[in-house]
């Protein structure tokens, strides 16, 4: 009970320093020094070993309990990651390109995001939630020569990954989108999908988009459990009939895991 009361505490008083911040939000740069310094300390929290074995230690009664409290931060802290990264975008449009080592965390996942589904320059990869600084897209498509589509409900965060990408990225194979997955016809093109850990409904988009996709494709889903999912939205089950589990990539010093599918009856190693 005594672990289970204080990290309730800490888990409050996080919710209430992320609402506290997306209150107060002025694209000024002391605010951003503020929620980077948050989220910081967050992803340390969060991969921090010592508050991985005191969560373990919990009791499934007291996970339950701790529910609500999760679902709070989950969504504070995806609202503040939103935010951060249209700031960076706009402090890059100034002329400023420092980087949060929350997401220095990020881009040190892209490398082995696929596992053994390598990308190579013939693929086409779709990111699912590009967010406002699309780091995914800009190292992707450096590094390997892929084309690269990045699709977000978030019309300023399209417009403004657009300015990033333009600024970052001139002549390299990217493009984005602002929409619905579903109605993007380049979803049935693409070889590689990645879903961002923040995008709360990615396990229904991921049971709709089987018959949208084509055969081979390999779709790479963000996912955090465990003290993770304060950070991230957690892996669910899929229906067995439709994808399969091919992979679990994971990285316990990183604050995302990496989950594989394929569709079921495909073998690993088998793409196009």
Request: one cysteine or more.
């Amino acid at each position: 009970m005594i672990v289970l009361n204080h990290l309730k505490q800490e888990l409050m008083e996080y919710a209430d320093r992320f609402d506290a911040l997306s209150l107060t939000y002025d694209q000024s740069q002391e605010y951003g020094s503020k929620l980077e310094s948050l989220l910081n300390e967050f992803s340390l929290f969060v991969t921090n070993d010592g508050n991985k074995a005191a969560w373990n230690r919990l009791s499934p009664s007291e996970l339950e309990s701790l529910e609500s409290d999760m679902q709070r931060i989950r969504g504070a802290s995806a609202s503040c990651v939103a935010m951060m990264e249209k700031h960076r975008a706009l402090r890059l449009r100034e002329g400023h390109s420092s980087i949060a080592d929350y997401f220095r965390n990020i881009e040190t996942c892209i490398d082995t995001e696929f596992g053994g589904f390598s990308v190579t320059p013939h693929s086409k990869v779709l990111l699912v939630g590009s967010g406002s600084f699309p780091m995914t897209p800009l190292l992707i498509a450096r590094r390997t020569g892929a084309e690269v589509v990045g699709i977000d409900i978030d019309e300023e965060a399209i417009q403004l990954g657009q300015e990033v990408v333009d600024r970052l990225g001139g002549g390299l194979p990217i493009r984005l989108e602002h929409g619905s997955v579903e109605h993007l016809a380049y979803t049935g093109e693409a070889t590689h999908i990645i879903f961002s850990s923040t995008v709360g409904l990615k396990y229904e988009l991921l049971d709709r988009l089987h018959a949208l996709t084509m055969e081979h494709v390999v779709v790479a889903m963000r996912y955090g459990n465990g003290l993770k999912s304060l950070f991230n939205y957690p892996m669910q089950e899929v229906d067995h009939r439709k994808w399969r589990l091919s992979d679990r990539i994971l990285r316990q010093d990183q604050v995302f895991d990496v989950a594989l599918y394929t569709k079921s009856g495909q073998q690993p190693g088998e793409e196009q």
